[in-house]
């Protein structure tokens, strides 16, 4: 006999634990089926040193900021251990002496630090400033939106986007135009137009590329700078960005932890294999092992090849959303290095191995545009960058939880090897490439090298096989134009429902992921519950409607 419930999740990624805690809220019985012994996903604590288990680390992605209010509150968060350390200042000392550090929330030292390079620069930082606050308060509140079925002639469809398109209907045409400037230009061309120093323009520019499979130089990456920059989701003030005390981790055991006091059962181990279709309904879930379960409802938070591709089959999927899901571009060429220390970095620029501001923010490797622009081409032309770009923390500056006193744990995430390195480990090379990263700091500050305990260097090979991120990109699926809101995943889907009745669809492959952000499985629970309304109220609705 199948198992039963109302509601299977598959994947206990921290999307799927939001969807799972909010379906459970609603009142159905909902399982989540984990295939790792753990849950999380690219949201994991780990420790990857066996002989050294007093150190841990937040493994893959290590900073939070987009999780809206909405959900923290919804979920009662804080109290299953939801606590953020904000972060302290962008930090990059440069080779060629010198350093600089650019704060979030602090004109006035933003004008000192920044004048040290271009008094003009400085003079630009706070219209600068202003400007991205304008425009984050034009797309803040839509990543919260559901992305309408643009081109449908469905009455339903019709009426969601001309509420979308009366509900910007104040904006004019200069800010008309400076959105489609962010959605066209690349972070080069305008960071041009604001700025003249190297420096400046370098450490502007990381938010462009960071887990993007393009350089600075490419059009749409100003959009992706401003998909991290953007603080207010429209639902109350985000934070700036910070680090969740236990690491990212800690985020998902929160979550889990509300799904579970919700009622939600939580399996771990416990692969799925297939998305059980019948008659154009999705009606249950096997695993691996041959276990079936049934549920009504299943929503799924995987790469968008596996769930659609592999689990639910061409076969059981239109034509055209097939086709759209296969040239889903995935690409990222991202690294992730771990490392253990002894001591934190002695900055020539800034020297001192106790505790300063400057370990306290991001601790940067993106010198310059050029900097950023060759690590990218390197990979382009099929090796792993000579000199890689690097976006470093220091979590333990706040964090005591991760490591015995006296040590830390830092962070980098690194770019760029190339794209199809997911599909071969290249252990040597990676090894060679983190020793080339470490080099880059060490010329900065001298006792980086010596003062690393342990080290972990996860590339795209593993990110794929072993936490399912297909391709190796960190949001299952580019932040490029042609997939963002009403393409992401496919044009006509992006309303987290699919081609198929009854399976509903919330991983950051949706609209508002990637990110730790857990929208797209909050927005996936909630079309769900609200199908499951319309269907208690006699108006069932069909899934199959691109036309
Ligand atoms: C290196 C890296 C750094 C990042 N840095 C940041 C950052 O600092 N801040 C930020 O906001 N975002 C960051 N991100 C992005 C962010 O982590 C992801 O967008 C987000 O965690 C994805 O969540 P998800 O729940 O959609 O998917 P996932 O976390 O991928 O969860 C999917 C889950 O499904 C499970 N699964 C896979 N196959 C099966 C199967 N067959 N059956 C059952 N379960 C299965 C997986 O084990 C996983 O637990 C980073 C990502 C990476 C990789």
């Known amino acids: 006999m199948a198992a039963r419930y109302d509601a299977i999740v598959v994947g206990g990624g921290h999307n799927g634990l939001v969807a799972a805690a909010y379906l459970a809220r609603s009142g159905a019985k909902t399982v989540v089926l984990e295939g ?6 690219a949201a994991t604590t780990e420790s990857p040193w066996p002989d050294a288990p007093e150190f841990q680390v937040t493994r893959l992605s290590y900073v939070m900021s987009l999780l809206p209010p909405t959900i923290i509150n919804d979920l009662e968060l804080a109290r299953h251990g939801y606590k953020i350390y904000p972060m302290g200042p962008y930090y990059q000392a440069f080779p060629e002496g010198g350093s600089i550090k650019l704060y979030a929330d602090d004109a006035k030292r933003n004008h000192e630090s920044v004048s040290q390079w271009s008094k003009k620069d400085a003079d630009a930082m706070p219209k600068w400033d202003a400007w991205l606050a304008g425009l984050a308060d034009v797309l803040g509140p839509l990543l919260l939106t559901v992305p309408p079925a643009i081109g449908s002639r469905k ?6 986007t001309l509420k979308l398109a009366w509900r910007h209907r104040g904006l004019d045409v200069r800010t008309i135009a400076d959105v489609t400037r962010l959605m066209t230009m690349s972070i080069a061309d305008l960071l041009d137009d604001w700025f003249e120093s190297p420096q400046v323009k370098g450490a502007l520019a990381v938010n ?3 887990g993007t499979w393009a350089g600075p130089y490419e059009p749409g990456t100003a959009y992706v700078m401003a998909h991290h920059s953007i603080g207010d989701v429209g639902d109350g003030h985000l934070g700036n960005w910070g680090f969740q005390e236990g690491g990212m981790g800690a985020v998902s055991s929160a979550i889990e932890s509300a799904a579970r006091e919700h009622g939600a059962e939580v399996r771990l181990n416990a692969p799925v294999a297939r998305i059980l279709v019948e008659g154009n309904r999705a009606v249950g879930v096997v695993l691996e092992n ?11 938070t995987l790469h968008p090849r596996t769930a659609f591709l592999e689990q639910v089959g061409r076969e059981n999927l239109p034509d ?3 086709t759209d899901i296969e040239h889903w571009k995935s690409r990222s060429g991202v690294v992730k290095i771990n490392l253990a220390l002894g001591e934190l970095p002695d900055f020539i620029a800034d020297p001192g191995t106790q505790l300063q501001e400057h370990h306290t923010g991001s ?3 993106a010198p310059t545009m050029e900097y950023i622009e060759r690590a990218f081409q390197d990979a382009r032309d099929g ?6 770009f690097s976006d470093g923390v220091i979590p333990t500056a706040f964090d005591k939880t991760l490591c015995p006193e006296g040590t830390h744990i830092m962070s980098l995430f690194t770019q760029w090897v190339p794209a199809d390195w997911s599909e071969e480990p290249h252990a040597e090379e990676l090894d060679a490439y983190a020793d080339r990263m470490i080099d880059c700091y060490n010329e900065l500050a001298p006792n980086f090298k010596s003062s690393i305990l342990h080290r972990d260097v996860v590339g795209p090979y593993q990110m794929e096989h072993e936490y399912g991120l297909v391709g190796g990109n960190i949001f299952h699926g580019e932040l490029s134009l042609e997939q963002l809101f009403h393409m992401r995943p496919a044009p006509g889907y992006a309303d987290y429902r699919t081609p198929v009745d009854g399976l509903y669809y919330g991983s950051s492959a949706t609209h508002a992921g990637g990110g730790v952000c857990g929208i797209p499985g909050w927005q996936a629970a909630r079309a769900a519950i609200a199908d499951r309304k319309s269907v208690v109220r006699g108006r069932g609705r069909s899934a199959s409607r691109r036309s």
């Open 363 to 365: 601790v940067e490797m």
């Open 36 to 41: 790792r012994h753990k849950t999380g996903g």
């Open 290 to 300: 041959g276990d079936e379960i049934r549920a009504k409802v299943v929503v799924s």
């Open 155 to 160: 009455p339903r469809d019709l009426a969601a």
């Open 320 to 322: 055209d959303f097939a």
């Open 208 to 210: 462009g590329v960071i």
């Open 383 to 388: 090796k792993a960058a000579v000199r890689p």
